[in-house]
């Protein structure tokens, strides 16, 4: 899995303070998509264990009343990126428990593979479904188009 950036703190994309990664390769390529630099799944840098590793200690920073990940793309759920994206939120789960996650994705919950689903059932918000740009509304609230539905798991 390749990755575009890595913000260590981060008030926008979701609920409370937040480390946000923004991975590349999004199959979806919407029209009026604010980030194409990151459809392709080899453009921006390898994820790396290093990485990994930075997040996990960058959620148990106690310094920072931190809410969670949240988990943006390109796609999080794109073929190239389940594997990676499981390890990771399997992980979180482990070593930074009190931490959720919240995942954005342009497929929708209902035609997921079965390791889509496997992630899907892991976070603790997922905001599904492509942008659509003839139903963009910047009044939404973490969302970018009302087509987008925001499911919240009760783990």
């Known amino acids: 899995m390749n990755y575009h950036k890595y913000y260590p703190t981060d008030v926008v994309n ?21 980030s194409k630099s990151t459809w392709s799944a080899s453009s921006g840098k390898p994820f790396t264990k290093s990485l ?9 920073d106690k310094r920072i009343k931190r809410k969670g990940l949240s988990l943006l793309g390109g796609d999080p759920l794109h073929p190239k990126n389940c594997q990676s994206i499981l390890r990771l939120i399997n ?11 919240w995942l954005w994705t342009g497929y929708t919950i209902g035609n997921l593979s079965p390791i889509q689903e496997q992630i899907a059932l892991k976070v603790d918000v ?3 479904g492509p ?23 009760n783990q």
């Open 14 to 34: 979701g609920k409370g303070t937040r480390a946000s990664l923004f991975v590349s390769g999004c199959e979806h390529k919407c029209r009026g998509c604010f």
């Open 52 to 60: 990994e590793d930075r997040i996990i200690q960058d959620l148990q």
């Open 91 to 101: 992980r979180v789960r482990l070593e930074s428990p009190d931490s959720d996650i």
């Open 126 to 128: 997922i905001i599904d």
């Open 131 to 153: 942008f659509v740009e003839d139903l963009a509304d910047p009044s939404l609230k973490w969302r970018g188009s009302s087509n987008q539905i925001m499911h919240v798991n």
